[in-house]
């Protein structure tokens, strides 16, 4: 079974600069979430969907971040303008969904973003 | 908000000795998670606690879940180089309705074996 991509891998920008990240779950997985991973803290979640609508953005700053889910599958998560505490992992994560037997969140191998 | 803390923030151990890493949450949890992250890498889950006073094995890992349902604990013992990493604990927030699955991270243990 292939696990959750990711790319790119890195990325260096300037702040003001835009950047753009793809994830592609785990085929089936019906809830997608996306974590931003300061070094040294456990990942923050960004946002949330369900199949292509969106569960939970509350901790998105939606003024610079912004997140689709088309067809609900793909998945790419937008900064603009970056700044220079957006520089962070940013780890996409998927899980099936259905009952408690189902919690496992399987994770990509993240973006590393450099603002400079 | 909900909050998930866990101590110590930092472990170096010798290897062979033991370690164990201790997660608190604010609010009672219908289950917990442990994941491990390895340097450079991406967080991978080990395992789900569901009942209370629950306590599984993998090997040297042993988890706990507390009788309150409101603290865990991950023990491993007789440390190898390959437990280096990051153990993160992870409880369900089901703030606002539905949770489909939202997790709150504690800001992990980082462990260190010295070989």
């Known amino acids: 079974e292939a696990g959750v991509a990711q790319s790119p891998r890195y990325k260096i920008i300037e702040k003001r600069q835009s950047v753009a990240f793809w994830c592609n779950p785990i085929?089936?997985?019906?809830?997608l979430y996306w974590y931003q991973q300061i070094l040294g803290q456990g990942p923050k979640l960004l946002i949330q969907?369900?199949?292509?609508?969106?569960?939970?953005d509350s901790q998105l700053p939606k003024d610079r971040f912004s997140a689709e889910r088309l067809k609900g599958v793909d998945s790419t998560l937008k900064i603009q303008p970056a700044k220079l505490e957006d520089s962070a992992v940013y780890l996409c994560?998927?899980?099936?969904?259905?009952?408690?037997?189902?919690?496992?969140?399987?994770f990509g191998p993240g973006t590393r973003l450099t603002v400079l | 908000g909900q909050q998930v803390m866990q101590i110590p923030q930092y472990q170096h151990v010798q290897e062979g000795e033991d370690f164990t890493t201790y997660c608190n949450s604010s609010?009672?949890?219908?289950?917990i998670q442990w994941y491990k992250q390895r340097p450079g890498g991406h967080p991978v889950f080990l395992i789900q606690?569901?009942?209370?006073?629950e306590v599984k094995k993998q090997k040297r890992l042993t988890f706990q879940f507390g009788e309150a349902k409101k603290n865990s604990s991950l023990h491993i013992t007789a440390t190898q180089t390959t437990d280096v990493g990051t153990y993160f604990c992870?409880?369900?927030?089901?703030?606002?309705?539905?949770?489909?699955?939202?997790?709150?991270f504690g800001q992990g243990t980082i462990l260190t074996v010295h070989p």
């Open positions: 994560a998927s899980r099936l969904a259905g009952g408690s037997s189902y919690n496992e969140q399987f």
């Open positions: 085929s089936g997985h019906a809830t």
């Open positions: 969907f369900q199949n292509n609508g969106v569960v939970d």
């Open positions: 609010t009672t949890l219908s289950n």
């Open positions: 606690l569901v009942k209370s006073g």
């Open positions: 992870a409880g369900p927030s089901n703030a606002g309705g539905t949770s489909y699955g939202k997790l709150t």
